[in-house]
């Protein structure tokens, strides 16, 4: 099985990073275990999470694309833009440059149909994640992952929220827990297996 490289780890570390060094790891080894289909992060900020899913998407030749309405101010590191974005994706030398959309995570955009990979790093309220699911999870495909940051209690909303859409739904297994990422892969539906089944 491939692991992420220490070097690629290093890059996405180069720039202010809200992931720590374990989540990237966690992220890029739940986005290889995604079919080969679109990848998607919402909620991308100065692109760190972005350049190891870019990894990913590169391996697997299928597009990433990145979006962010650009209205977060970091109190450390200040305010993010789809400029900025693109020069550290550049700097970081992403092999393929990925989509950046500025606009509205809980919209997915119109051309993009099944989905492979999904990560959310946006919003920590519960409103706002049940809004992204509701428009993203349709187009996840069968054995489809979705990585969720801010699993965690500084983020009260999140806990519940998460374990009521994807936890308790037998559609999604979860992948594990590291630090604040959580990931979930759906399960293949019965119905796609051609056996029949009881019950
Ligand atoms: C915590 S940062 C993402 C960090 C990034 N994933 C990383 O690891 O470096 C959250 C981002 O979500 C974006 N965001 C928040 N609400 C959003 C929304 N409704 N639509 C699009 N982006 C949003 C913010 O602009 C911010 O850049």
Not at 26 to 38: F, I
Not at 62 to 84: C, H, K, M, Q, R
Not at 113 to 134: C, K, P, S, W, Y
């Amino acid at each position: 099985m491939a692991e992420v490289t220490v070097g690629l780890l290093a890059q996405a570390e180069m720039m202010p990073h809200l992931c720590s060094r374990a989540e990237l790891r966690h992220l890029w080894t739940c986005a290889m275990r995604a079919p080969a289909l679109p990848m998607v992060e919402c909620g991308v900020y100065l692109g760190s999470s972005a350049v190891v899913l870019a990894d990913v998407a590169y391996r697997k030749q299928v597009p990433l694309v990145l979006i962010d309405n650009f209205s977060y101010v970091n109190e450390e590191y200040g305010p993010t833009s789809a400029e900025l974005l693109r020069a550290n994706l550049i700097r970081a030398g992403v092999p393929q440059l990925p989509r950046i959309v500025e606009g509205d995570s809980r919209v997915a955009p119109a051309d993009l149909e099944e989905v492979g990979f999904l990560h959310i790093d946006t919003d920590h309220r519960a409103v706002h994640l049940h809004a992204e699911l509701d428009a993203w999870l349709p187009h996840m495909a069968a054995g489809s992952v979705i990585a969720l940051h801010d699993y965690c209690e500084n983020s009260p909303e999140m806990i519940p929220a998460i374990d009521q859409r994807l936890g308790a739904d037998p559609a999604w297994e979860c992948l594990g827990r590291v630090r604040w990422t959580i990931c979930f892969q759906r399960v293949p539906s019965p119905m796609a297996t051609g056996f029949a089944r009881k019950g």
